[in-house]
């Protein structure tokens, strides 16, 4: 429910990805059409993104403004939605569920989000814990929306009911 507060669907495929992807150049190359790196790596930096993405040419085809969209989305997936503990990176996994962006909004997108959120809450609950990640929109509409006790303001002074004056 919360999910749909975000425009994220609770509803539709898992999203879920390989965590090793053996060709990530390739999916890069073939989905963004440039790489960050011939190696192996598993993360894309936001740094990278902008870097490559930042501004879209007028000339632009709709091949590259595809790929300029994949970017964007994954940079709200990294950055938003699912922000990774340092916030400067994006897991690769998600990339591929970018191929066909028609098909982007069958995915559970908010139950993707709630489960991380949950993680992340669980080990908040570590004392050693220093902050929480996921997405704090999401928390906060949570909050909001589903334990109003917590954001209400009321301008009446409280009466005590057990107590008679």
Known sequence: MAGTRLGLSID?????????????????????GCSPSEGKFTSLRFSWLKANFEHLPSTANEWEVMQAARAYIMHLIGGVLMPDANGSMVHLMYLPLLSNLHNTCLYSWGFAVLAMLYRELCQATDPS?????????????LALYQMPF??????????FP???R
């Open 12 to 32: 539709g495929n898992v999203v879920t990805g390989v965590s090793l992807i053996s060709r990530p150049a390739t999916i890069c190359y073939e989905l963004l």
């Open 162 to 164: 057990l107590v008679n």
């Open 150 to 159: 917590l954001a209400s303001i009321s301008h009446q002074s409280y009466i």
């Open 129 to 141: 814990a220093m902050d929480i990640g996921g997405c704090p929109i999401l928390l906060q509409s």
